[in-house]
């Protein structure tokens, strides 16, 4: 469904010569190491074999790192010859089995954590940073297009090729230090043509940036001829990067962007991340466009926060995706939302608005409800419009109106022609909207004329957007196992925060100035201003929170909840969530709690960790169990996760091991040298390591950089307990594939 930008992998930075591991090792032979329990005591190794060997790769143009381990090897050689030509030394083997230490709870941080999300010192700024991902979708619009003479035409490279040459966008001193320094051996440490790199932000963050073009048959170059089987293509490719990314961008050209932006939201149930709209008025390409400042404020927020609703961000201004509209064909501030306050805005820095956050109930994994049904319209309400156009309009196979009506959901209450159609099409099972034709405020059923549609079968549609209503209308209407009364019911419910429940208006809502401890608070440092009170309630209560969520005070986390308490609020100095300490401190019920209120289980803290990172520290299994339940994951495991994994198997520490791989972790994924966590707790003798990671079903005929296996390994140290471990295994392994 997309097309990534690609090029030749094995293209190099001429300036300076690449490294490779046979250039880099410079290990010595006689490293006074014990031999593992079993082992025979013999550790003559040919010197001159003692490196690797470099022949050529499969890859044109490339070399890899083998060994004579990986050919073909015959019991004619015996077993002294195969004691002397061993391509490495069993000094060797311990040496890269220890390169990495582990701290307390297998938690560390080596030298390099390009991709993961541990903070770690940049080597080009020398700070500790944490780096992000976003992906950024387009799937057409003004940003993709170029102008020449012959006037306006998408052009597929042209977004990557412009974003490059932006300094806030792409940090060009970064990557020639990567590509500069990553192995010849290890190319995918390196930067990918289609990838963006950010400078490290204000907030320390470093955020990579991968763009994704939708294929060409699906690009709608004009989003005015985009239809609702589109929602479903972006939808999907959304789904198919959920665990990879921390947040998605998606640019949409701006004339039904609010349509798609609105569907979207329905269509994600239980999101989790990030996932934000932008686009432009005019072609990136032009001197005075638009597209740059959206493009960046979009990133700065999918790559900085969760934010877990599908959102828009335009002019400064990040609006929730179901509650903005267009209402501007010219000007920069093309978009608003007239009923709902910015979520977000972007100026000097990013200011978030908690309290405005939408928290959908994550008790169940993410997931896209692609069943949409296109039998639905608008009919807008105007000064002697026909019962016969009315009549037609609402005849099968329309299933689904938005009435447009006047001011707060007023309809031609003399008109009885137009009732009884709208009656006879109620009876049919036709589910109709009322939704106001202002911009601003929403529909009132008190009123004399309201109430004539009501009982003619109307509902309210309170303050939706007609995007919002149209596109409500189709997610529900794909419900076929609803009754027309649980659609009706359904349309009428606060899914997404598209509508605001006016009927509760009377319930006391919290002020900064109506609490009894921010005012005691306030009273003492003598603070008068609202800005200042505010100011003290966003320093304060994440912090109450945490104590709760710490401690397992469901009640007090309520109470400080109804005084204006935040779930997903991270305290300002180390970014932690009340759901991180709940996941630290084991606290079950309040996992439970927060999951069930809507607390994201993505959030990253300052130090890179999500809650779920917090469950493995603790190694609580029951709780990385239920914050997978509910949708927790990792990520794709990467270089630097294996590099734990091997640092863990080194220590034989099987029970953080075994947090890890309830978690999710591939522990097939080898470290910088290819080597699992299987090869390192072979060479280290751990026994107890081995029998743990067999059980997890990992892979024995993994192959290192070297071209060694696990069992290769044991052999070169001529430990005969370990092979016969491997090679019972094996057996198994290869007894059950043959069934």
Same mark, same amino acid.
């Given at each position: 469904?997309?097309?990534?930008?690609?090029?030749?992998?094995?293209?190099?930075?001429?300036?300076?010569?690449?490294?490779?591991?046979?250039?880099?090792?410079?290990?010595?032979?006689?490293?006074?190491?014990?031999?593992?329990?079993?082992?025979?005591?013999?550790?003559?190794?040919?010197?001159?074999?003692?490196?690797?060997?470099?022949?050529?790769?499969?890859?044109?143009?490339?070399?890899?790192?083998?060994?004579?381990?990986?050919?073909?090897?015959?019991?004619?050689?015996?077993?002294?010859?195969?004691?002397?030509?061993?391509?490495?030394?069993?000094?060797?083997?311990?040496?890269?089995?220890?390169?990495?230490?582990?701290?307390?709870?297998?938690?560390?941080?080596?030298?390099?954590?390009?991709?993961?999300?541990?903070?770690?010192?940049?080597?080009?700024?020398?700070?500790?940073?944490?780096?992000?991902?976003?992906?950024?979708?387009?799937?057409?619009?003004?940003?993709?297009?170029?102008?020449?003479?012959?006037?306006?035409?998408?052009?597929?490279?042209?977004?990557?090729?412009?974003?490059?040459?932006?300094?806030?966008?792409?940090?060009?001193?970064?990557?020639?230090?990567?590509?500069?320094?990553?192995?010849?051996?290890?190319?995918?440490?390196?930067?990918?043509?289609?990838?963006?790199?950010?400078?490290?932000?204000?907030?320390?963050?470093?955020?990579?940036?991968?763009?994704?073009?939708?294929?060409?048959?699906?690009?709608?170059?004009?989003?005015?001829?985009?239809?609702?089987?589109?929602?479903?293509?972006?939808?999907?490719?959304?789904?198919?990067?959920?665990?990879?990314?921390?947040?998605?961008?998606?640019?949409?050209?701006?004339?039904?962007?609010?349509?798609?932006?609105?569907?979207?939201?329905?269509?994600?149930?239980?999101?989790?991340?990030?996932?934000?709209?932008?686009?432009?008025?005019?072609?990136?390409?032009?001197?005075?466009?638009?597209?740059?400042?959206?493009?960046?404020?979009?990133?700065?927020?999918?790559?900085?926060?969760?934010?877990?609703?599908?959102?828009?961000?335009?002019?400064?201004?990040?609006?929730?995706?179901?509650?903005?509209?267009?209402?501007?064909?010219?000007?920069?501030?093309?978009?608003?939302?007239?009923?709902?306050?910015?979520?977000?805005?972007?100026?000097?820095?990013?200011?978030?608005?908690?309290?405005?956050?939408?928290?959908?109930?994550?008790?169940?994994?993410?997931?896209?409800?692609?069943?949409?049904?296109?039998?639905?319209?608008?009919?807008?309400?105007?000064?002697?419009?026909?019962?016969?156009?009315?009549?037609?309009?609402?005849?099968?196979?329309?299933?689904?109106?938005?009435?447009?009506?006047?001011?707060?959901?007023?309809?031609?209450?003399?008109?009885?022609?137009?009732?009884?159609?709208?009656?006879?099409?109620?009876?049919?099972?036709?589910?109709?909207?009322?939704?106001?034709?202002?911009?601003?405020?929403?529909?009132?059923?008190?009123?004399?004329?309201?109430?004539?549609?009501?009982?003619?079968?109307?509902?309210?549609?309170?303050?939706?957007?007609?995007?919002?209503?149209?596109?409500?209308?189709?997610?529900?209407?794909?419900?076929?196992?609803?009754?027309?009364?649980?659609?009706?019911?359904?349309?009428?419910?606060?899914?997404?925060?598209?509508?605001?429940?006016?009927?509760?208006?009377?319930?006391?809502?919290?002020?900064?100035?109506?609490?009894?401890?921010?005012?005691?608070?306030?009273?003492?440092?003598?603070?008068?201003?609202?800005?200042?009170?505010?100011?003290?309630?966003?320093?304060?209560?994440?912090?109450?929170?945490?104590?709760?969520?710490?401690?397992?005070?469901?009640?007090?986390?309520?109470?400080?909840?109804?005084?204006?308490?935040?779930?997903?609020?991270?305290?300002?100095?180390?970014?932690?969530?009340?759901?991180?300490?709940?996941?630290?401190?084991?606290?079950?019920?309040?996992?439970?709690?927060?999951?069930?209120?809507?607390?994201?289980?993505?959030?990253?803290?300052?130090?890179?960790?999500?809650?779920?990172?917090?469950?493995?520290?603790?190694?609580?299994?029951?709780?990385?169990?239920?914050?997978?339940?509910?949708?927790?994951?990792?990520?794709?495991?990467?270089?630097?996760?294996?590099?734990?994994?091997?640092?863990?198997?080194?220590?034989?520490?099987?029970?953080?091991?075994?947090?890890?791989?309830?978690? $999710? !972790? %591939? =522990?097939? &994924?080898? *470290?910088?040298?290819?080597? +699992?966590? @299987?090869?390192? /707790?072979?060479?280290?003798? #751990?026994?107890?390591?081995?029998?743990?990671?067999?059980?997890? $079903? !990992? %892979? =024995?005929? &993994?192959? *290192?950089?070297?071209?060694? +296996?696990? @069992?290769?390994? /044991?052999?070169?140290?001529? #430990?005969?307990?370990?092979?016969?471990?491997?090679?019972?295994?094996?057996?198994?392994?290869?007894?059950?594939?043959?069934?």
């Amino acid at each position: 469904m997309y097309h990534k930008f690609m090029s030749d992998s094995g293209k190099k930075t001429p300036s300076s010569p690449r490294k490779n591991l046979g250039t880099v090792l410079e290990r010595s032979e006689n490293d006074d190491i014990p031999n593992p329990t079993g082992a025979i005591d013999n550790r003559s190794v040919d010197s001159e074999s003692a490196s690797p060997k470099r022949v050529p790769g499969d890859n044109p143009g490339r070399e890899t790192m083998q060994s004579s381990a990986s050919l073909d090897y015959s019991e004619k050689d015996g077993t002294t010859k195969r004691k002397l030509h061993a391509q490495l030394s069993r000094s060797f083997f311990q040496s890269r089995s220890s390169s990495f230490s582990s701290s307390v709870d297998g938690c560390f941080s080596p030298s390099r954590h390009r991709l993961g999300t541990v903070a770690v010192e940049d080597p080009i700024t020398h700070e500790k940073v944490v780096n992000s991902k976003v992906l950024l979708l387009y799937t057409g619009g003004a940003l993709g297009w170029k102008v020449d003479p012959q006037g306006f035409h998408l052009d597929k490279n042209n977004i990557l090729r412009e974003l490059k040459k932006l300094p806030m966008m792409h940090d060009i001193k970064y990557v020639d230090y990567i590509e500069e320094n990553v192995l010849d051996d290890i190319p995918e440490e390196g930067i990918g043509s289609d990838t963006l790199v950010m400078p490290v932000s204000k907030y320390g963050k470093r955020i990579f940036v991968d763009v994704l073009e939708m294929e060409e048959s699906d690009v709608v170059v004009h989003s005015k001829d985009q239809d609702i089987q589109d929602w479903s293509k972006v939808a999907l490719q959304i789904k198919e990067h959920y665990e990879k990314y921390h947040g998605f961008v998606i640019l949409h050209g701006t004339d039904t962007m609010a349509y798609l932006a609105s569907a979207l939201s329905f269509m994600f149930e239980s999101l989790g991340k990030s996932v934000i709209f932008t686009g432009s008025q005019y072609a990136l390409s032009d001197h005075l466009n638009d597209g740059r400042q959206n493009l960046l404020g979009a990133i700065m927020i999918a790559g900085h926060y969760v934010i877990p609703e599908v959102t828009l961000f335009f002019h400064g201004k990040l609006y929730r995706g179901n509650r903005a509209l267009k209402v501007d064909a010219r000007r920069f501030g093309a978009f608003d939302s007239p009923n709902c306050p910015p979520l977000a805005t972007v100026e000097a820095g990013i200011e978030v608005e908690w309290e405005e956050l939408f928290l959908e109930n994550q008790a169940t994994k993410f997931r896209v409800h692609t069943k949409m049904s296109s039998r639905i319209g608008v009919l807008r309400i105007f000064p002697g419009i026909t019962a016969e156009a009315v009549r037609a309009f609402l005849e099968p196979p329309i299933e689904g109106v938005v009435l447009e009506t006047y001011g707060a959901g007023n309809g031609p209450d003399s008109r009885e022609d137009l009732l009884q159609e709208i009656r006879a099409a109620s009876k049919r099972g036709v589910v109709i909207v009322n939704c106001t034709q202002c911009l601003y405020g929403h529909v009132v059923d008190d009123y004399a004329t309201g109430r004539v549609l009501v009982e003619a079968g109307v509902i309210s549609g309170n303050d939706m957007t007609v995007e919002a209503a149209l596109t409500k209308l189709s997610y529900v209407l794909g419900h076929d196992e609803l009754t027309v009364e649980e659609r009706k019911k359904m349309m009428k419910t606060n899914l997404r925060g598209e509508l605001t429940l006016y009927k509760d208006e009377e319930m006391h809502q919290f002020s900064v100035r109506d609490n009894e401890l921010i005012d005691a608070v306030a009273s003492h440092f003598k603070v008068g201003s609202t800005e200042e009170v505010r100011f003290i309630k966003q320093a304060l209560f994440p912090v109450l929170m945490c104590h709760a969520a710490g401690r397992g005070d469901i009640d007090a986390m309520e109470e400080l909840c109804r005084q204006g308490g935040v779930l997903n609020a991270a305290t300002s100095h180390d970014g932690r969530t009340p759901l991180h300490v709940a996941c630290l401190e084991g606290q079950l019920r309040v996992i439970r709690h927060l999951l069930a209120k809507g607390a994201s289980p993505h959030v990253i803290d300052n130090h890179g960790q999500t809650p779920l990172h917090d469950a493995i520290r603790s190694a609580n299994e029951e709780a990385i169990l239920l914050l997978r339940e509910f949708g927790a994951h990792l990520g794709p495991t990467t270089t630097d996760t294996a590099l734990v994994m091997c640092s863990l198997a080194a220590d034989d520490k099987v029970d953080v091991l075994r947090a890890w791989h309830l978690a $999710g !972790v %591939d =522990l097939n &994924v080898g *470290d910088y040298d290819r080597r +699992t966590a @299987l090869h390192v /707790a072979v060479c280290r003798n #751990n026994v107890n390591t081995v029998k743990f990671l067999l059980d997890c $079903g !990992v %892979d =024995l005929n &993994v192959r *290192d950089l070297y071209g060694f +296996t696990p @069992l290769r390994n /044991a052999e070169v140290f001529e #430990n005969r307990e370990m092979v016969e471990i491997l090679e019972i295994a094996l057996e198994k392994k290869n007894e059950a594939t043959v069934k």
